[in-house]
């Protein structure tokens, strides 16, 4: 028995045909558990998107990462190329405000990329259905996106670098100006202290024995 899975938003339908797999006895007959199509129709532009489960899933681990790159400000590269080298990506199209899905088809298929340029409306639409679709315990139920923390290296510095880079440099030029003044400056002459003999002190010794200044008795 085939099975009609559709998530509508206003400005998106994404919609899922397939059928349950019948050898899972702990399933039930309306688990989704085979796609055979997965079309995304965005209503406006009458633009559309279909291809088997490794269109879902590409599109599904496209969207989530382009959605968290958006909220955070940080992009989440993620890599959604599937086991016959199909892929979708989002990029952002600042000119014209808009969002560019692209979808690039398995390898062994002779049709090329298709491209869909979504509005920020469409694109929230699309995201919203990807969120109810990975929601449906009734739905691809062994499907789920793992959420890792991003790496470090993604993380844009706080200041560009040049200023980052002026402190550093300003130290290093001073270092190089003080070494430079101090090679110029001239060797001080190294002169022997001059003796005055008015101040040469008496080295007489005192003759303890026969002391001449003591009153006489």
């Known amino acids: 028995m085939n099975i009609q899975r559709p998530y509508r938003l206003p400005n998106c339908t994404l919609t899922l045909e397939g059928m349950a797999s019948g050898t899972d006895p702990s399933s039930s007959n309306e688990d989704l558990q085979i796609i055979l199509n997965a079309r995304c129709q965005f209503l406006g532009t009458n633009q559309s998107l279909e291809g088997g489960r490794a269109f879902l899933e590409a599109l599904a681990k496209a969207v989530n990462s382009y959605a968290q790159g958006c909220l955070s400000g940080i992009p989440h590269p993620t890599e959604t190329k599937g086991e016959n080298g199909e892929w979708a990506e989002l990029t952002p199209l600042p000119d014209q405000a808009l969002h560019r899905l692209l979808w690039h088809p398995p390898a062994d298929e002779s049709s090329e990329a298709i491209a869909v340029d979504l509005s920020t409306v469409e694109l929230f639409d699309l ?66 202290p001059e003796v005055n003999p008015d101040n040469t002190p008496d080295l007489t010794q005192p003759d303890n024995g026969n002391p001449t200044d003591g009153p006489t008795p």
């Open 127 to 192: 995201v919203e259905a990807v969120d109810q679709f990975i929601g449906d315990r009734h739905t691809l139920p062994d499907f789920s996106l793992t959420l890792e923390p991003l790496s470090r290296r993604h993380r844009q510095p706080d200041e560009p670098f040049v200023q980052r880079a002026i402190p550093a440099s300003l130290g290093a030029l001073g270092l190089a100006v003080f070494a430079l003044v101090i090679y110029w400056l001239p060797i001080p002459e190294i002169r022997e």
